[in-house]
Structure formats: C-alpha cells, structure tokens
C-alpha cells in the first residue's frame, strides 16, 4: 500500500517540485502525494501541483488564530488520510495542537545544518558568523523552532566571494536533492518514527 504525503507550501513550491519529482521517478519508494495545502491563495506551488493533478487547497491564514488555523489544516490532512506531512517552504509556525495530532509525522527541510542558525536568514547569520560550510537539514518537528530529531544533513562550502543571495541559491539545489538522498525518506515512510538514537546522516554533496 502506497504511503500517502501532504505537503504544506507557502510559496512557488520549488521543494515540492523536487518532491514530486523523486516520488514520480521512484526515488522515494511507495508513495503518492496525496494533497498539496497552501496558506496563500495566490501561491504558485498550488498550480504546480494542479498541473501534476495533485489535489490542491488552499486554506487561507489570515486573521485566524495559530491554533484556529491549523485546525482546519488538519481536517483535510485527515480527509486524504495522510501518513507523513512535508513542509516545503511552509512560512507559518505549528501550533502545539498540530504537532500533537501528527506525531513524529512532519517532516521539514531547513536552509542550515541544525542545530545551527536556526529560524529566518538563516544564510545571513551563516556568513555573518563566518563558517565554512552551510548547508540544509531534514528533521522531524516538534514544538520547537526548527529542533526536532535530524534525519539527514547536506553540506555545502562557503566560498570567500558568497554573499547572501549566491549562497542561498548552492543551498537550494541541495535542498531540492536532499529528500531522495539514498532514500531516507521512503525509510521514514516505511517506519514513521526518527532514525534509532536519532543518528544524524551527513553528507557532503560536491558540486
């Protein structure tokens, strides 16, 4: 039986793209994306999505209270009866209700190696740090801001000429390669629990 994943998105749904692509190809083994679920009306991952005849929705945030919201989320996560929820660029906090209702279930990529640079700029405060590598991270999510479990890492090396914007762009190539990455999600589809002991993978991706 085909494990089913929702996505949550934001914004042009570049991540998802590369999702959707990896389950298509057989790269993440045994699943489907089962819905797509926006915040932003006018989001154009929600067409990418309609393009690939995907169900997609759009459930606007705006004025609703955290909880208020991801409440109506959850209710069509349950309707498509979704095993495993990806963010992929979702730009909204998770209420404490939502995390509970999907236990171990939400998996998120970030746009620095954990437990690093967490939250926004998240390349602006790698540079301005001065590290030498950056990179994204796939991790479980919990109730706090980007801590949950890590179950896979890419780096990717900072050079002396990067600036916010050059860097931000490496990291996103990784990002949209990371999911299929030796096939650790279609792993945490299979098991829906964190890797034992919550061991992190790390690769180095060359360019």
Do not use: W
Request: proline share 7%.
């Amino acid at each position: 039986m085909l494990k089913r994943i929702g996505v949550l998105l934001s914004g042009r749904g570049s991540n998802f793209e590369a999702l959707a692509d990896s389950v298509s190809a057989g790269r993440i083994p045994n699943a489907e994306i089962a819905v797509v679920i926006s915040n932003k009306p006018g989001a154009p991952g929600l067409e990418r999505a309609a393009a690939r005849n995907i169900p997609a929705r759009a459930i606007p945030s705006k004025g609703l209270e955290r909880e208020t919201y991801d409440r109506q989320v959850a209710a069509v996560l349950h309707e498509y009866k979704v095993d495993l929820i990806c963010l992929a660029g979702y730009m909204r906090l998770l209420s404490p209700f939502f995390v509970a209702a999907f236990p171990q279930r939400i998996l998120n990529i970030h746009p620095s190696l954990l437990p690093s640079f967490p939250g926004l700029e998240s390349q602006k405060q790698a540079l301005d740090y001065g590290v030498k590598f950056a990179g994204c991270t796939v991790h479980f999510v919990d109730e706090n801001l980007d801590a949950g479990p890590i179950i896979l890492q890419s780096a990717v090396p900072v050079l002396d000429t990067d600036d916010e914007h050059t860097l931000s762009q490496r990291i996103l190539k990784d990002e949209h390669r990371i999911p299929s990455r030796k096939n650790h999600l279609g792993r945490e589809l299979q098991n829906r629990r964190p890797p034992r002991d919550f061991r992190t993978y790390v690769i180095l991706l060359r360019q």
